[in-house]
């Protein structure tokens, strides 16, 4: 059956062949995304012009007027660097430590479900060794592709990869699913709380995508012991306009912060838990308070309140009311090594990326993400020496300023 996603070329894989150009050098051929993705924006510019206006605009929107969605982005833009001048940059290295693990560079692959609609064959396996080659952390969202231990045997033994978790209807479910997630090797585990709804994603409204096409599943539902409900027959249920609306049904909605007292107590006690959807300084108390090990500043990319504010703007509140009791994460807007440096420079102990990830996946699979976490490295790299910072412990807040015309404007609100 063929994918209503898909044009009628491209078939397979579910994306157009890759097209290779000689290279000047020695007349090898090379896949032509790395010569022309110079940046994590060329991803996505590339897979806008080969893939489905579908699975395009799912990957690519954000929900509402997008407002946030567009924020994230700019709002990294506010923010400048200090270059400094006349200090050893000989020896520049990114590597950094996370919950103990080292590290090749402060980055991380945000957890984000479905990435076989963009790699039919491997799914989440290709980003989680691209990862793995990076040197970085990987995490797999409990809506994946393949299922945990299938990503887990995909990588070298010893590869970072933390488990993501929403809270579901099913409670025990949502215990079971975590503990396998520990039992299968991950070493750390991400609590999305941002999610007991969705926001309204238009673009998948007007699309008509309110189901993932055949044969696609989140297959982490597929249980063995068969108990609770089928969770397939909700999140593909077709009730709603949008694809969100349907798989929401399956969370808990009647929430608090001893669920994360609870999660922590009773599937995760040997492992960080990292709250992942905090947006203000209380929240982030709040999260440490019901025994966080972390907290991740995150608004889903500007997929769920839309008008809410930039996640590098939310910065500064959280990593002052956190202290630096517990690290703090962030994802959300990152397209640039000098996005990396502005938001360790922040306070930020790890950043992560997302959306360009599935655009690398579906030109080029995982040797296109591993392109793109080179070149994010690279820009890393170029911005740390240009700053005269030699190591990523180095980095401190006197790296960056806001202008002060958009300072003095905000201190007037």
């Not at 078939?11 to 896949?31: L, N, T, W, Y």
């Not at 099913?170 to 585990?189: N, S, V, W």
């Not at 947006?279 to 019901?290: N, Y």
Request: neutral net charge.
């Amino acid at each position: 059956m063929k994918s209503q996603w898909l044009p009628e070329t491209r078939k397979g894989r579910g994306i157009a062949p890759i097209e290779h150009s000689s290279s000047p050098d020695d007349g090898r051929k090379v896949p032509s995304y790395r010569t022309e993705c110079l940046n994590a924006n060329d991803f996505q510019k590339v897979a806008k012009r080969i893939l489905s206006k579908q699975l395009y605009e799912y990957l690519a929107s954000g929900s509402g007027d997008e407002q946030t969605l567009r924020e994230n982005q700019l709002a990294f833009k506010r923010w400048f660097l200090r270059p400094r001048v006349m200090r050893p940059v000989g020896k520049i290295s990114t590597r950094a430590t996370m919950f103990g693990y080292q590290v090749e560079m402060p980055l991380f692959c945000s957890p984000a479900g479905v990435h076989a609609l963009c790699d039919p064959k491997e799914g989440e396996c290709a980003t989680a060794r691209a990862a793995a080659k990076a040197g970085i952390l990987f995490g797999l969202s409990q809506h994946a592709t393949r299922s945990m231990e299938e990503v887990a045997d995909a990588v070298p033994p010893g590869a970072l990869q933390f488990y993501q978790a929403y809270i579901l209807k099913d409670r025990a479910r949502t215990l079971r699913l975590i503990r396998r997630a520990i039992k299968a090797g991950y070493q750390g585990i991400f609590v999305t709380v941002d999610s007991v709804r969705f926001g309204y994603r238009e673009a998948d409204a007007r699309n008509n995508f309110n189901a993932l096409p055949p044969p696609h599943r989140l297959v982490n539902y597929d249980e063995e012991d068969g108990r609770g409900m089928k969770l397939d027959e909700t999140y593909n249920s077709q009730q709603e306009k949008a694809w969100d609306q349907n798989s929401e049904q399956m969370f808990e909605q009647n929430v608090s912060w001893e669920d994360i007292a609870w999660i922590k107590r009773e599937a995760a006690p040997d492992v960080p838990v990292l709250v992942k959807g905090i947006m203000t300084g209380e929240d982030a108390e709040l999260a440490i308070v019901a025994g966080a090990d972390g907290v991740m500043v995150s608004n889903h990319g500007g997929r769920q309140l839309d008008g809410a504010l930039a996640t590098i703007d939310v910065l500064p509140e959280v990593v002052q009311a956190v202290g630096g009791r517990v690290p703090v994460w962030l994802d959300s807007g990152v397209r640039r090594g000098t996005d990396i440096l502005k938001a360790l420079a922040l306070g930020a102990s790890a950043v992560g990326i997302g959306k360009p990830l599935f655009f690398a996946l579906a030109i080029g699979g995982e040797d296109a993400v591993c392109h793109l976490l080179q070149l994010l490295r690279t820009e890393l790299e170029a911005a740390m020496a240009i700053c005269g910072i030699e190591r990523i412990p180095d980095i401190c807040s006197s790296n960056v300023v806001q202008h002060s015309a958009l300072a003095s404007t905000q201190s007037r609100l």
